[in-house]
């Protein structure tokens, strides 16, 4: 009995001390808790946030590619941010994929304009 409850420590510790070793991708409470201003949005569970410098995009390194959705809903509430989730851009914004798939980029698209938007991703 006594060997199984130190293995059972040994286990929980082993177990514990792990699972700090794998960084988590930022999440929309994290980035907003930190600038309750930033323009993010969510798809496939990762938080993307508007690139600051869009001179990249004017030089033609990324293109427009398939059409991945549309924006359901905008909000700055933390609870339940879903995928199609945005701070800044309006309902029914057109998301795309790019020419460059390795660097998690996207492009937005309001009334003709395109925006690059950019993962945050950890590790």
Do not use: R, W
Request: charged letters at 25%; aromatic letters at 10%; one cysteine or more.
């Amino acid at each position: 009995m006594q060997k199984i409850l130190v293995y059972s420590f040994l286990f929980l510790l082993v177990l514990t001390g792990c699972s700090s070793v794998i960084p988590d991708n930022p999440t929309a409470k994290t980035i907003l808790k930190e600038d309750a201003q930033a323009d993010i949005l969510q798809l496939d569970q990762l938080i993307y946030i508007k690139v600051a410098d869009q001179e990249s995009l004017k030089k033609g390194n990324f293109i427009k590619e398939d059409n991945i959705g549309k924006i359901k809903k905008t909000t700055t509430s933390t609870l339940f941010f879903k995928d199609f989730y945005a701070t800044k851009l309006p309902v029914g914004s057109e998301i795309y994929a790019t020419n460059d798939h390795d660097t998690y980029t996207i492009i937005v698209e309001i009334d003709g304009k395109q925006i690059l938007y950019k993962a945050l991703v950890e590790g």
